[in-house]
T-cell receptor
Framework: NAGVTQTPKFQVLKTGQSMTLQCAQD?????MYWYRQDPGMGLRLIYY???????DKGEVPNGYNVSRLNKREFSLRLESAAPSQTSVYFC?????????????FGSGTRLTVV | QQQVKQSPQSLIVQKGGISIINCAYE??????FPWYQQFPGKGPALLIA?????SEKKEGRFTISFNKSAKQFSLHIMDSQPGDSATYFC????????????FGSGTQLTVLP
């Protein structure tokens, strides 16, 4: 099925460990996004990539890095995980031509940092 | 800081009732206002969206009402069903190159049978 695929679905890290969250879309979308979802705070933008080869900070970028590997893939890296990064992470993609489009979200990665 | 304020945080409605969720925005450059529906353990999914050139858009039991002068928009769910129980997010964005969306804080809707 076409859409956005995120891996892994669940992860437990110890404080200070690193990991990379993977995201791939097969809809030929130009823009990709990483959001985190915390109770009562909605979805907050971490980083986004308007097109292949570009990345920009969102609202809450501290502690994260991203790589737009190609048009399909956009990864999020935690270099030194902290308990404050315990959250559900969503990747999304959207088209950037024609009328505004909604995002297509992946199913999320639930990350716990202990 | 661009903001979208959403209320209420939680809502309980009887089956067959009307659910109403409200959002307000600040940035007048916003020109796209979608609503997302999220079930537990799933990612948000686009439910319905509106552009500011219309005041209302209806799709089945779901209606968006838009008030440009007040910078407010709302989601109405008519004849609410238990299957509508989910978290709903409003969002706002502009037709810029990145098409970023700013999301509200979410409303957890429970429809009682």
């Amino acid at each position: 099925n076409a859409g956005v695929t995120q891996t892994p679905k669940f992860q437990v890290l110890k404080t200070g460990q690193s990991m990379t969250l993977q995201c791939a879309q097969d809809m030929n979308h130009n823009s990709m996004y990483w959001y985190r979802q915390d109770p009562g705070m909605g979805l907050r933008l971490i980083y986004y990539s308007a097109s292949e080869g570009t990345t920009d900070k969102g609202e809450v970028p501290n502690g994260y890095n991203v790589s737009r590997l190609n048009k399909r893939e956009f990864s999020l890296r935690l270099e030194s995980a902290a308990p404050s990064q315990t959250s559900v992470y969503f990747c999304a993609s959207s088209a950037t031509s024609g009328p505004p489009h909604g995002y297509t979200f992946g199913s999320g990665t639930r990350l716990t940092v202990v | 800081q661009q903001q979208v304020k959403q209320s209420p945080q939680s809502l309980i409605v009887q089956k067959g009732g009307i659910s109403i969720i409200n959002c307000a925005y600040e940035n007048t450059a916003f020109d796209y206002f979608p609503w997302y529906q999220q079930f537990p353990g799933k990612g948000p999914a686009l439910l319905i969206a509106i552009r500011p050139d219309v005041s209302e858009k209806k799709e089945g039991r779901f209606t968006i009402s838009f008030n440009k002068s007040a910078k407010q928009f709302s989601l109405h769910i008519m004849d609410s069903q238990p299957g509508d129980s989910a978290t709903y997010f409003c969002a706002a964005g502009s037709s810029g190159s990145a098409r970023q969306l700013t999301f509200g804080s979410g409303t957890q809707l429970t429809v009682l049978p």
